[in-house]
Nanobody, 121 residues
Framework: QVQLWESGGGSVPNGGSLRLSCTAS????????LGWYRQAPGMQREMVAT???????SYGDSVKGRSTIFMDNAKRTVHLQMDSLKPEDTTVYYC???????????????WGPGTQVTVSS
């Protein structure tokens, strides 16, 4: 089983900062990538930032220059530092992990329950 534990969401003022964290727990072979996505009401889910083992991080256009994602592999945790937050960043953010359960399996996607981020104007 895989469980994604999310933290760091909350309310911040316009221009503020926060750090989202996601920890993967359970019995599995490896984590191929961890990242954060967001989905506004009536909109499709979009990638905010992801980090994959052995490659540089990827960022969505909406947060480039304002966010930094990094992984603590030993703790199986990813952190997303977000600065200069804007009201349009307000929505639910979801952690996504690509995890290989066993060495014989192809990586599968797992999602966290979502955490609310609110940026006041």
């Amino acid at each position: 089983q895989v469980q994604l534990w999310e933290s760091g969401g909350g309310s911040v003022p316009n221009g503020g900062s926060l750090r989202l964290s996601c920890t993967a727990s359970g019995n599995f072979f490896s984590i191929d990538s961890l990242g954060w996505y967001r989905q506004a009401p009536g909109m499709q889910r979009e990638m905010v930032a992801t980090v994959t083992s052995g490659v540089i991080p990827s960022y969505g256009d909406s947060v480039k220059g304002r966010s930094t994602i990094f992984m603590d592999n030993a703790k199986r945790t990813v952190h997303l530092q977000m600065d200069s937050l804007k009201p349009e960043d307000t929505t639910v953010y979801y952690c996504k992990a690509l995890i290989k359960i066993t060495a014989e399996h192809i990586s599968a996607a797992y999602w966290g329950p979502g955490t609310q981020v609110t940026v006041s104007s």
